[in-house]
């Protein structure tokens, strides 16, 4: 009886409401050794593209330990060097089927010069090769005018973006690893970027950056632009929808992975029309459509301001479509194509996490989300005062279901394959139409699985693509057609209750 319940809250809308919105689910904690025992101070770092490896470090935000990765459910050392021994390092990155990382190691020998060295490790041959060094790293507060170190690496570990030099004058290199032997660097000079500059597409292409930041107010706010590193060309994203420059200083949070979408909060009131709320609201642009998205939460609320410190944190899947704000310790999930807010609230019992949530990374699609917490409730296991955690994340299949009741409902029929949506592209499901009889027909078809039929019993729906579905259901003896010689289907012709009945009783009834 459960797909009769289910259709009819389809067919005929708050006939039975249901709990609206899509909740994270499968919580598994990926920073545990062999004997599978928590790592203590666990942070997560990066999530391979296909989700099946993580890589941790066991460090806090004042010191660097050593990098794990944890992948087919095994956890070991992945910052091991070329004789073999193991080292604290920072982590860099890992390869789309993490099967390689990259991870930086500082060293300081007594008489030599201070120096930073990049290594890859192959975990499956389980040789460990330096790449580069980097001579005479200094790494220093934000903020300060002494000259910083920062080390990235594109997705696909092919590229590395070397950042140095006090935050008025960044100096970046872009390092193309090639055969991971032979090395080729493009050196890109920015004038007066702010901090902000470590914002890199994970293709290795696209760099997102502030202009007008002042050093010595601390205040690093102004326009926003993206930088193509092939082309050279710097596109001007802070710009008002009549054309006339921004009216307020913005702030870039996060780039995609593809560099199409730049997110940002900004204090300007002409970016989109009707913007009159008089607040610091949170931006995406898209840089391939040449528009700017006001997002749906004012950004105020979720704590930012244009000071540059202490922000929010915007993690960002490959294309965009999915972020997770970490605010106030804990994180919300955005669908960006739904437009939906979804709270994340991983515990089995529905409540909060009972401590601070930090999101980490996305895996390619954003199905699964890497974090950070010392909460004790997301697993039965003891927190040594914080862990890597690994969620999966409910895609939200149509762009049109947010606000729908009966979305659980519409869900599950996706997931049953009873329903493809109401569009070509199967993005849209349509959940305020009515229900043709050629749709109910295939409803019916695909929801009790019945055998093919051929045949051509009706006259009318030899155009419609559901004539193979009513030849099903009439086989079955779901249905007799809509006239009393039996000749036609109305395959166009709306459902009524009376009809749903009679369909749901020659299906369901003994």
Request: net charge negative.
């Amino acid at each position: 009886m459960l797909i009769a319940v289910v259709l009819l809250s389809l067919v005929f809308a708050a006939e039975a409401p249901a709990g609206a919105g899509v909740l994270p689910g499968g919580v598994e904690i990926v920073s545990i050794d062999a004997a599978g025992v928590p790592i203590a101070d666990a942070r997560g770092q990066f999530i391979a593209a296909d989700g099946d490896a993580v890589l941790f470090s066991n460090a806090d935000i004042f010191s660097v330990g050593q990098v794990y990765v944890h992948r087919a459910g095994q956890t070991a050392v992945a910052s091991v060097l070329p004789d073999g021994s193991t080292v604290s390092a920072i982590p860099l990155g890992i390869s789309p089927d993490g099967g390689e990382v990259l991870f930086l190691v500082t060293v300081e020998d007594p008489g030599a010069e201070r120096e930073a060295r990049v290594y890859r490790r192959n975990l499956d041959a389980l040789q460990t090769v330096l790449l580069t060094t980097i001579p005479n790293p200094v790494v220093a507060a934000p903020g300060t005018a002494t000259p910083q170190l920062f080390v990235l690496a594109s997705d696909d570990l092919s590229t590395l973006f070397i950042q140095y030099g006090p935050p008025t004058a960044w100096t970046v290199t872009r390092v193309d690893l090639g055969t991971w032997v032979e090395q080729q660097s493009e050196l890109i000079s920015y004038s007066q970027p702010g901090p902000y500059t470590r914002m890199y597409s994970s293709d290795g292409v696209f760099s997102a950056w502030n202009t007008n930041s002042d050093e010595e107010t601390f205040v690093f706010a102004g326009d926003v632009l993206r930088h193509h590193f092939v082309t050279g060309a710097d596109v001007l994203l802070t710009v008002g929808y009549d054309g006339a420059p921004s009216n307020g200083r913005s702030i870039a949070e996060a780039i995609s992975g593809d560099g199409n979408r730049v997110f940002f909060v900004s204090e300007a009131s002409n970016l989109v029309a009707g913007d009159i709320n008089a607040r610091i609201d949170l931006f995406m642009a898209d840089v391939a459509a040449g528009t700017i998205e006001r997002l749906a939460v004012p950004a105020t609320e979720l704590g930012w301001s244009l000071e540059g410190f202490g922000n929010p944190k915007i993690t960002v899947d490959h294309t965009g479509m999915r972020l997770a704000i970490t605010a106030s310790d804990q994180v919300s999930l955005y669908d960006v194509p739904s437009a939906t807010w979804i709270p994340m609230l991983p515990t089995e019992d529905g409540l909060l996490p009972n401590g601070p949530v930090s999101a980490d990374d996305f895996n390619r699609d954003g199905s699964e989300l890497l974090f950070t917490s010392p909460a004790e409730n997301l697993v039965d296991v003891s927190i040594p005062r914080s862990a890597a955690f690994l969620v999966a994340v409910d895609q939200i299949p149509f762009d049109d279901i947010s606000l729908s009741i009966f979305s659980d409902e519409i869900l599950w029929l996706r997931d049953q394959e009873i329903t493809r949506g109401c569009s070509l592209d199967g993005r849209l499901f349509c959940p305020e139409d009515f229900v043709t009889r050629g749709q109910m027909a295939a409803f019916l078809n695909r929801a009790l699985e019945l055998p093919a039929s051929v045949g051509d019993t009706f006259g009318d729906d030899d155009e419609s693509i559901f004539q193979a579905d009513i030849e099903s259901i009439f086989a079955a003896g779901i249905t007799v057609g809509c006239t009393p010689d039996a000749s036609s289907f109305c395959p166009a012709d709306w459902v009524t209750r009376g009809q749903m009945a009679a369909f749901l009783y020659r299906a369901l009834a003994p």
